[in-house]
């Protein structure tokens, strides 16, 4: 019951951009903070960026300055515009949500930057 759906990874080329969605359905709590996530093969789960459901975000000091994290509420979804893209920001990036109850995890999507 309820689940996180991502969309927007890809490849791109060092300096490019990619916007990054997260919609969650039938998650029958409200939702409190959600965040994206980052992970590599053979390393462990990083915070990339948090928003709570007020609005009050923290990041990742390796993304501050070039990633962004938004939310809207009405629709439960979560969104994290990457600009500035650089090769070691190749992951794959999950999307998280969590409620009174228990945390959600999305499947994950891929993000490949080039040099």
């Known amino acids: 019951q309820g689940q996180l759906v991502e969309s927007g990874g890809g490849a791109v080329q060092a300096g490019g951009s990619l916007r990054l969605s997260c919609a969650a359905s039938t998650i029958p709590n409200s939702i409190n903070a959600m965040a994206w996530f980052r992970q590599t093969p053979g390393t462990q789960r990083e915070l990339v960026a948090r928003?709570?459901?007020?609005?009050?975000?923290n990041y990742a000091d390796s993304v501050k300055g070039r990633f962004t994290i938004s939310r809207d509420n009405a629709k439960n979804t979560v969104y994290l515009q990457m600009s500035s893209l650089m090769p070691e920001d190749t992951a794959v990036y999950y999307c998280?949500?969590?409620?009174?109850?228990?945390?959600?995890w999305g499947q994950g999507t891929q993000v490949t930057v080039s040099s």
């Open positions: 998280y949500a969590s409620t009174r109850y228990r945390n959600y």
């Open positions: 928003i709570t459901s007020g609005g009050s975000t």
